[in-house]
């Protein structure tokens, strides 16, 4: 055993001593000649001057540079107000939920704040809020929106058209969207839910004007004349994006033909105002967008909005690019001149951005009324000049 020992700790000797041979002996000089190196290069480099003037000759970039960054006019200022805090707190009191939180709009501010430079009475009347209706989970999927989704949704609460209708008939709002997650689920879409919700708020509140934005009903026509004959202001429904790209933005059991036969039998059904939006900077050509806006009014939608797709989350598609604001004007005119009743058209324009402020002041006023009838007599005096000549 003794011998066995003696031999390791000979071993273990032998293997220090050619370990260290085979080290680099180090010298002083050589230390002093690289700190000297060390000590030139850093005096030769850029200077902390160089840096904060933006003259540094090299940058480091950090993220993807291929993703276009966001431009000044997309970036908002946080949320505050009176009328912006009471509608949070009745919200939070009621148990309700809004597709202004939900989706992670960055207009809430501007809506539930109400009107600029007005009284608060008058900035409380055109304050606009949107109520999502039927819960905070959706059955579908889309690539842009950030609602939480689920195939078996909680089931809906029966008291949920009361409450909405006591909450809004309490703020004193001018104009109120319902909107709510698609409800696959339900045998009827949820549409008859939407409908008592919407008869609740006019009896407690005529003098309120009343959009629902709506899904597609699973397709089912029927079920969108429940929630249309309901007594509602106006009926939305976005088509969101053009034809040739619904099926890579939106849930695949949502189609353009589809969006197109809801706000066609909404029309059919007596709705005074048809309403959708679009978004751009998906990756639409200028073509489609123009067919999707020739196939609007072929079915007599009355209004349509634009705005920019916002990637809420890196879990969601990507931005195509931003578009300019000069662009979103020239679509506005476009629209109108194609007979469009109102066009709401910006970056930050969404299918309800300021809907009171929009509607009260110019359309269900009577303003687009107006504008109609100039439009028909324009048409009835060019025919009637046809005929003389």
């Known amino acids: 055993m003794s011998t066995i020992l ?44 160089d840096f904060i003037s933006g003259n540094a ?27 912006f805090n009471k509608i949070k707190k009745d919200l939070r009191g009621l148990g309700l939920h809004t597709v202004c939180e939900e989706a992670r709009c960055p207009n809430i501010g501007d809506c539930w704040g109400g009107k600029e430079g007005a009284t608060p009475e008058e ?19 889309c690539r842009f929106c950030s609602v939480k989704t689920s195939k078996n949704p909680p089931p809906l609460d029966p008291h949920e058209p009361e409450n909405t209708a006591e909450a809004i008939s309490r703020w ?20 008859h839910h939407f409908a008592e919700t919407i008869r609740k708020i ?10 629902a934005l709506t899904g597609d009903m699973a397709g089912n026509l029927d079920h969108v004349s429940v929630v249309a004959k309901s007594g509602l202001d106006v009926y939305a429904h976005n088509i969101e994006t053009v034809e040739a790209l619904t099926p890579f933005v939106r849930d695949r059991r949502a189609t353009f033909r589809q ?13 005074r105002v048809t309403k959708t939006s679009i978004m751009l900077g ?41 578009v300019e604001p000069a662009e979103f004007d020239r679509w506005r005119q476009i ?40 439009n028909i007599v324009v048409q009835h005096a060019r025919t009637d000049s046809k005929a003389f000549t």
């Open 335 to 374: 629209a109108e001149d194609m007979g469009f009743l109102y066009v709401a058209s910006g970056p930050l324009v969404r299918s309800s951005y300021k809907a009171g402020e929009y509607f009260i002041e110019n359309v269900l006023r009577n303003k687009g009324v107006e504008k109609r009838t100039q």
């Open 259 to 271: 969006s197109l036969g809801v706000l066609a039998r909404a029309k059919q059904d007596g709705v």
């Open 202 to 211: 006019k009896q407690k509140a005529p003098q309120i004007l009343v959009e």
């Open 282 to 322: 998906v990756g639409e050509t200028e073509d489609q967008v123009m067919e999707a806006l020739r196939d609007l009014r072929k079915v007599d939608v009355d209004v349509v909005t634009f705005g920019q797709y916002m990637r809420p989350t890196k879990k969601h598609m990507k931005v195509d690019r931003y």
């Open 6 to 49: 003696k031999h390791s700790r000979v071993l273990r000797i032998s293997i220090s001593r050619y370990a260290r041979s085979l080290a680099t002996p180090a010298t002083s000089g050589s230390s002093a000649s690289n700190k000297s190196s060390f000590t030139e290069t850093l005096a030769e480099g850029p200077s902390l001057d």
């Open 172 to 191: 004193g709002l001018g104009y109120i969207v319902l909107t709510s997650v698609d409800r696959d689920d339900l045998a009827d879409s949820g549409a």
């Open 123 to 141: 900035s409380k009347r055109a304050a606009t809020a949107t109520i999502m209706l039927m819960g905070d989970t959706c059955t579908r999927g």
């Open 57 to 83: 000759p090299e940058r480091i970039v950090l993220g993807n540079r291929n993703i276009p960054r966001l431009p000044s006019y997309l970036k908002t200022t946080i949320p505050t107000g009176a009328s």
